[in-house]
């Protein structure tokens, strides 16, 4: 799938790993709608993006995809901006095991809201052009991480909705792949904070720091992922494991039905 021209929408876009995915889908050649709850960070994003890329390439748009509202508001300035959703990148995510509500409703509730949501522009069969969606799981989407239980559950459970949803959207004739990335730790914010926001699991901050120490990867490492599963159209319902020593699709047991 060649990116010229396409539209692109990146949840969590304001810095970290979505603003590398911003950047890598501009650099092909798409627009990109930057949605964040960081204005400030968002807006000073978009303001560098206009220097480099021009300012009719993207858009910032302050939102939180925990709010149905939001999300609904922020697809129809899209659809007036740019005419439609060709990709959709949802990689707002956060750790925190003292708010482990929150962590859900963002990590897995936020993912699947704005699935829906974009469904309804994206949908062959309701009339949209169809497309790709790609969810920022994890590596804790995979295998448990011993310090962050429900951050483990709302990854797997972000890895479980993207691969049904692919199932299901091949079966329905939707037009719109599914994939979902799996990167071990990230050199972001959120890595940087992991230790202050173990929760009740802070005693265990020990063995968490051996797991980072392990290696932490560049943004501009799991963008690279995010482009080859949007623009290889074989891809769908994959789950794509990035480390530093390893790149791998992720083959799960099948069970007959
Ligand atoms: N950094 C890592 O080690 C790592 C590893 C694997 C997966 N991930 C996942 O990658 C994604 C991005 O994380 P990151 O490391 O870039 O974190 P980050 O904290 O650097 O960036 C996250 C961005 O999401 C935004 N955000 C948070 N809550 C939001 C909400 N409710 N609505 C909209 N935007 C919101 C933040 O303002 C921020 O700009 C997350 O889903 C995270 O779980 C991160």
């Known amino acids: 799938m060649a990116l010229d021209g396409k539209i692109a929408v990146v949840t969590g ?3 970290g790993i979505g603003k590398s995915m911003t950047e890598i889908l501009l650099q092909n050649g798409a627009k990109v709608t930057l949605l964040d709850v960081n204005t400030s960070a968002g807006k ?12 009719e390439k993207t858009l910032f748009l302050s939102c939180n995809v925990g709010s149905d509202e939001q999300i609904q508001a922020a697809f129809q300035k899209i659809i007036e901006t740019f005419g439609g959703i060709d990709i959709v ?8 095991e003292s708010e482990w509500e929150k962590t859900v409703s963002i990590n897995l509730l936020g993912v699947i809201r704005v699935t829906y949501l974009a469904l309804e522009h994206m949908n062959k069969t309701n009339g949209g052009r169809g497309g790709v969606i790609v969810n920022t799981a994890s590596l804790a989407g995979l295998g448990p991480l011993l310090s962050c239980p429900v951050y483990t559950a709302t990854k797997h459970g972000v890895i479980g909705f ?12 939707y037009g719109v792949r599914f994939s979902a990335l799996c990167p071990g730790f990230v050199q972001t914010n959120l890595c940087s904070n992991i230790l202050d926001n173990l929760g009740q699991f802070s ?21 690279k992922c995010l482009l080859e599963l949007v623009t290889d159209e074989t891809k769908n319902g994959e789950a ?18």
């Open 162 to 173: 993207t691969r049904a949803m692919a199932a299901a959207s091949t079966a329905s004739g």
């Open 203 to 223: 005693h265990l901050t020990d063995a968490t720091q051996k797991y980072v120490d392990q290696g932490v990867i560049k943004v501009s490492e799991v963008a």
């Open 89 to 96: 990148c949802n990689n707002a995510g956060i750790l925190n």
């Open 44 to 55: 000073s994003l978009k303001e560098a993006l206009d220097k480099q890329y021009g300012r």
């Open 13 to 15: 876009a304001a810095m």
């Open 240 to 257: 794509l494991m990035v480390t530093t020593n390893i790149k791998k699709y992720i083959t799960f047991p099948t069970f007959t039905q």
